[in-house]
């Protein structure tokens, strides 16, 4: 099993970027996916989550209005745009997948391997 995390970068605050996370050897389209986030020095967090269908979504406070996360199944990838970034957004961006039917926040079983997002004031 694989995820790849792409599309992080340096960005002013206000600014937007859509991360990527391509994957493989997984069941997709039975996956939960998920991203999740560690700034430096804090503990990972959980940003969002979306059902197999796509149909159901799940953020964390900090982030609702601005972050939408997205999968095509066709392609067993998904995304996260991320709008209004603001400095406390930096962190490394991780995806993440767990075989079940609830989006949790934590007991997911692959992930990848991070990608950075630095936003500036």
């Known amino acids: 099993v694989q995820l790849q995390a792409s599309g992080g970068g340096l960005v002013q605050a206000g600014g937007s970027l859509r991360l990527s996370c391509a994957t493989s050897?997984?069941?997709?389209?039975?996956?939960?996916m998920a991203w999740f986030r560690q700034a430096s020095g804090k503990e990972r967090e959980f940003v969002s989550g979306?059902?197999?269908?796509?149909?159901?979504?799940r953020y964390a406070d900090s982030v609702k209005g601005r972050f939408t996360i997205s999968r095509d199944n066709a392609k067993n990838a998904v995304y996260l745009q991320m709008n209004s970034l603001k400095p406390e957004d930096t962190a490394i961006y991780y995806c993440?997948?767990?075989?079940?039917?609830?989006?949790?926040?934590?007991?997911?079983?692959?992930w990848g391997q991070g990608t950075l997002v630095t936003v500036s004031s």
């Open positions: 993440a997948s767990r075989l079940a039917v609830d989006i949790a926040t934590s007991g997911y079983n692959y």
């Open positions: 050897g997984l069941t997709f389209s039975i996956s939960i």
């Open positions: 979306i059902s197999w269908s796509g149909g159901t979504t």
